[in-house]
């Protein structure tokens, strides 16, 4: 039987990538979305790949959710932990609203999401977490002091989950991508991306399907020796 993978954010940019390599190296794949209905109606015709809509930031909504998919699909194996928004301003113009949004989404969406799943997994000591940080949570990023902190947490979130699951068969590791060609980095004003470009030595913006593989590197059965670590995949813009 296939492998269940669900891929949060799973229906557009980097998620959208990650969910049709896993479909294409052989998993049944899972993907959720926050709110973009249309997005994820014309991404399921044309992928085959079964989307479900909910808030990772609502914990309630993620036990339920993963249920849904549980009794549709069977237990899940691999869990992508991808969703994610920004809400840049500098510090000194960021309201509370833009920190705890972003802090809901990208950390505590990472909670919400592997907790209710854990225990299956080392039950049936089989497990796969890899979490979607950022190059911003390892060097911090102008107007992105909510954004980086979120980052960095899941830096530290990976690394401390990977030594609970290392004895039940569960590898929990992160990729920290650079900027990648998607909407929300063409978000940034032009201006400003061009002088980011200028900063990566590969001379170019990532594609989301360089992510897509090494998400896959990290999933299958094979992988069970790679856990704890970060991936970086940027470009060379940042070398830990
Ligand atoms: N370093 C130093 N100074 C900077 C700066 C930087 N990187 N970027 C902007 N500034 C300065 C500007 O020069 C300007 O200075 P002056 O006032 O002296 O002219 C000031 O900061 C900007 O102040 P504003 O009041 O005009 O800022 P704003 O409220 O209009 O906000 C912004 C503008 C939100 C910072 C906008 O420039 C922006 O979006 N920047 C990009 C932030 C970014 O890189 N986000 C990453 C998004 S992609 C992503 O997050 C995916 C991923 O994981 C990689």
Redesign the pocket.
């Known amino acids: 039987m296939a492998r269940v993978a669900l891929v949060t954010g799973g229906t557009r940019g980097i998620g959208a990538a990650i969910s049709k390599a896993l479909k294409d190296a052989g998993f049944t794949v899972a993907a959720t979305y926050g709110g973009n209905d249309a997005a994820a109606a014309a991404f399921t015709a044309k992928t085959g790949i079964a989307t479900y809509k909910w808030s990772v930031a609502d914990y309630d909504a993620c036990v339920e959710g993963i249920a849904r998919i549980e009794a549709e699909l069977g237990p899940v194996d691999v869990l992508v932990n991808n969703a994610g928004i920004?809400r840049?301003?500098?510090f000194h113009?960021m309201t509370r609203d833009q920190w705890q949004e972003v802090m809901d989404t990208n950390l505590s969406g990472v909670f919400n999401m592997t907790h209710p799943l854990w225990p299956g997994m080392r039950e049936r000591k089989f497990g796969r977490i890899i979490n979607i940080s950022?190059?911003?949570g390892q060097k911090g990023?102008?107007?992105?002091v909510n954004?980086s902190a979120a980052?960095a947490g899941e830096i530290g979130f990976t690394k401390a989950l990977a030594q609970e699951g290392a004895r039940y068969g569960i590898t929990v590791n992160v990729i920290a991508?650079?900027?990648i060609a998607t909407e929300?980095?063409m978000a940034?004003?032009e201006k400003?991306r061009e002088q980011?470009i200028s900063t990566i030595p590969v001379g170019r913006l990532g594609e989301p399907e360089e992510i897509a593989r090494a998400v896959v590197f990290l999933a299958v059965d094979e992988a069970g020796f790679v856990t704890g670590s970060t991936m970086t995949v940027n470009g060379a813009q940042y070398i830990t």
């Open positions: 920004t840049d301003a500098p113009k950022s190059i911003n990023q102008f107007a992105q954004y980052k991508p650079g900027y929300m980095v940034v004003p400003v980011i």
